[in-house]
């Protein structure tokens, strides 16, 4: 299994400008998560979809923030217009639909915005 | 409210010491689970364990063990005659179940540098 994928893997952008971030999780996972690290505030949930449907957006900053899961292998996380607050490292995990399953995480988006 | 406490932000130690990493945490629930991950330099996050709260059993792994209190809400992380590759930041994280089942609370980390 390859894990879950995330892209691009550094982004580097102006101020303004719309950032789309874009993952995969892996197959035959129900459930897939949104998360940004940051220094100052840890591993923040943004959001999390169960069976491509948002259960939970409370996390998801402001209305800059969206999220989008059209089918059970693609998720889009899109940030438009990019503030420099919004550097951070974007994860996404995936996991079968129960507390008791682990979250697998992906390598990151590494996101700067000057 | 359900909560991680990572009290420890930093701990440095020279190579072969024992080592506890500290996680207390909170809810109301009375089924959930618990996790350890590991972020190396490298940044990706690494699942470690698991342990769901029915089970206060306490769990060794190589070098690694857990020791799971309910009474204290205590999860804590030792790693036995620590290494230089275990060098990396350290996250306890609770996750609901059933009902909500979605959201992984994560402490907000200890670093744990080992000295050569």
């Known amino acids: 299994d390859a894990g879950v994928i995330q892209s691009p893997r550094h982004e580097v952008t102006e101020m303004g400008q719309e950032v789309t971030l874009r993952c995969k999780p892996i197959?035959?996972?129900?459930?897939l998560f949104w998360y940004r690290q940051t220094m100052m505030r840890g591993l923040e949930l943004l959001i999390y979809?169960?069976?491509?449907?948002?259960?939970?957006d409370s996390g998801m900053p402001e209305d800059r923030f969206s999220a989008k899961m059209p089918n059970a292998s693609f998720s889009t996380l899109k940030i438009q217009p990019s503030e420099p607050r919004d550097s951070a490292v974007y994860f996404c995990?995936?996991?079968?639909?129960?507390?008791?399953?682990?979250?697998?995480f992906g390598a990151g988006s590494r996101l700067t915005v000057l | 409210a359900q909560k991680v406490t990572q009290a420890q932000t930093e701990i440095s130690v020279v190579e072969k010491e024992d080592v506890t990493l500290d996680c207390v945490y909170e809810?109301?629930?009375?089924?959930?689970?618990l996790f350890w991950y590991k972020q190396p330099p490298s940044g990706e996050l690494v699942f470690l364990i698991r342990?769901?709260?029915?089970?206060?059993q306490n769990e060794i792994s190589g070098r690694y063990s857990w020791n799971f209190q309910k009474s204290t809400s205590s999860f804590n992380f030792t790693i036995t005659a620590s290494q230089v590759v275990d060098s990396a930041v350290y996250f306890c994280?609770?996750?609901?179940?059933?009902?909500?089942?979605?959201?992984?609370?994560f402490g907000q980390g200890t670093t744990l540098q080992v000295k050569p």
């Open positions: 809810t109301r629930d009375t089924t959930y689970y």
């Open positions: 994280a609770l996750r609901r179940t059933p009902g909500n089942t979605g959201k992984l609370i």
């Open positions: 979809f169960n069976n491509n449907v948002p259960i939970d």
């Open positions: 197959s035959g996972h129900n459930s």
């Open positions: 342990r769901n709260s029915f089970d206060e």
């Open positions: 995990a995936s996991s079968l639909a129960s507390g008791a399953n682990v979250l697998t």
